[in-house]
């Protein structure tokens, strides 16, 4: 994997980046609520450790010799750093990147406190593009539907991946359903998210992120339906793709470490 570099060795705030100004300055306002499992991201409390079993498992059902023990893992849009740590607890080596400064300060400050050792990074998968970066596992949760050019977002996650490696990618379906439950019911009704996170045509189909990825020469070796209960707070999978999604893409080619 190439080094990630932060020109003076301190962290900035990203300056290449598919994500918006308005985007950007909304999560610098949520950056605090994070870590919070009773706030306003209650939701990705109570599925982040649905989400990092299923990356592990299936993992290891591709690297049955070592799972993800050793891989270099990263995470986009890490936030304050909830899966990284799942995934560094798994063995991974993690590098955690997200274009808010605020959140990365405050993924490291807890990663110290606890001991892990997760390199946190303000940037942005277009940089580590630039940079040559490359993983064997690249995890984008929860992103893609703040992104302003989709289609150059998972160009970006196809160069990052190592050959033979797995992207994993969850989002939100694009159709009539999503827009009721996603928006008008999590958002504006019961409040499972803060009001003003998703715009429906930013949603991405299943069929789009296959096409984008496999005319990069991925493919896609999992797909799969997640149910969030609001008032429950319950996450399962399901076969329904017609909200929440979870796909996971291999690269062709084998590792340089043939034990991988």
């Given at each position: ?131 040559e970066a490359s993983f064997d596992v ?13 289609p150059a977002f998972f160009r970006a ?104």
């Amino acid at each position: 994997m190439a080094q990630i570099s932060d020109d003076d060795g301190t962290a900035k705030r990203a300056t290449s980046s598919s994500i918006s100004e308005q985007e950007l300055a909304r999560f610098e306002r949520l950056a605090a609520a994070w870590r919070d499992p009773s706030g306003p991201m209650r939701t990705l409390h109570i599925i982040n450790p649905l989400r990092a079993r299923w990356i592990a498992d299936t993992v290891a059902a591709h690297h049955p010799a070592r799972g993800l023990a050793g891989l270099a893992t990263l995470d986009i849009g890490c936030a304050a750093g909830l899966l990284s740590e799942a995934l560094c607890d798994q063995g991974a080596v993690v590098t955690g990147i997200d274009p808010v400064e605020r959140s990365i300060r405050i993924a490291q400050r807890h990663a110290e406190q606890d001991g892990r050792s997760i390199a946190y990074h303000i940037a942005t998968p277009e940089e580590l593009v630039g940079q040559e970066a490359s993983f064997d596992v690249v995890c984008a949760l929860e992103v893609v539907e703040h992104v302003t050019d989709r289609p150059a977002f998972f160009r970006a996650l196809a160069s990052l991946l190592a050959p033979g490696g797995l992207l994993f990618v969850t989002t939100i379906n694009r159709n009539w359903r999503s827009w009721l439950l996603a928006i008008a019911v999590a958002e504006k009704m019961l409040g499972a998210v803060p009001r003003g996170t998703h715009r429906w045509d930013w949603f991405v189909t299943p069929e789009e992120a296959d096409d984008w990825l496999a005319a990069e020469g991925l493919r896609r070796t999992d797909l799969r339906g997640m149910r969030y209960w609001p008032i429950l707070h319950k996450a399962y999978w399901t076969r329904d793709l017609s909200v929440n999604w979870a796909a996971a893409w291999c690269k062709p080619g084998t590792a340089v470490d043939e034990g991988i």
